[in-house]
């Protein structure tokens, strides 16, 4: 399990994440959903041990990510997808997919980069093994993301708006691939403001307002007049996606 347990933070005098409780289970989908501010990438950046929590408990499977000795293994289990394109400039796509695998993993690099052609032809990138960032379309770079994620075999894979700097038609792409990867029961952490996708794909969606989890709900009952959409941040969050 992936358990997030009354996590504070804070950036100087602004309260970021404000006693953030939320426990991901193997196979489940979560999407997280709120305000640009509210604290997703925060809150994603906080269990991979990007930031230093001021009060509460992180762990992925057990190991704790605010104890030096345990986030290697934390991180091992959890793959992240940045929105913004953070691949290697000067590495082609199979090699930026297999460089964690063989340094990190000690993966023998053959091994690797059959894996890493298997991944890439499994977004529809077979042919793109040697192309470098710069040679991709954002669309096709965030699909070598998801790639270069998977390829460390996460139990947990942690999207942060993935979609949100892609056009229309790249962002059909990249869902596309998602929606395979929940379907094949991929444990996935999902921000996002693709609203009508997380409901499609996701177990549970909850809803972070101002650094606090307002709604955690099993999707059906998160878009249910009586469940979330009760809450009326939820109702005026959810009419101002429909609307944008
Ligand atoms: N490193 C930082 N230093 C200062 N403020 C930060 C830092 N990172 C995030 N913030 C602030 O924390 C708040 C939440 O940011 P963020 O987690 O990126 O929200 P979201 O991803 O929901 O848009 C914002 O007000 C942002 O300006
Ligand atoms: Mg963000």
């Known amino acids: 399990m992936l358990k997030v347990e009354n996590v504070k933070k804070s950036f100087g005098a602004a309260t970021v994440l404000n006693g953030v409780n939320l426990t991901v289970r193997p196979g489940e989908v979560v999407s997280i959903l709120g305000s640009s501010g509210s604290g997703k990438s925060t809150l994603i950046r906080c269990i991979n041990g990007l930031e230093k929590l001021d009060a509460g408990r992180i762990t992925v499977d057990e190991f704790d990510v605010s104890k030096p000795k345990e986030l ?61 960032p710069a040679q991709l379309s954002g669309g096709q770079r965030q699909r070598v993301g998801i790639c270069r994620a998977l390829a460390m075999k996460p139990r947990y894979l942690l999207l942060d708006e993935v979609t949100s700097a892609l056009d229309p038609e790249m962002t059909a792409e990249v869902l596309t691939i998602l929606a395979k990867l929940a379907a094949e029961g991929t444990t996935m952490v999902f921000v996002t403001h693709e609203v009508e996708f997380a409901r499609q794909i996701s177990n549970r969606v909850v809803f972070l307002e101002k650094g606090t ?27 101002k996606m429909r609307k944008d």
């Open 72 to 132: 290697a293994e934390a991180r091992k289990r959890s793959g992240t997808v940045f929105q913004l394109f953070n691949l290697y400039p000067h590495m082609t796509a199979l090699q930026n997919i297999t460089l964690a695998p063989v340094e990190v993993l000690k993966r023998p690099r053959a091994e690797a980069e059959v894996d890493g052609r298997a991944l890439l032809a499994s977004v529809g990138l077979g042919d793109r093994a040697d192309a470098y």
């Open 213 to 239: 989890l307002l709604v955690d709900l099993p999707t059906k009952d998160f878009f249910d007049p009586a469940g979330g959409l009760a809450q009326p941040r939820v109702a005026q969050f959810l009419s």
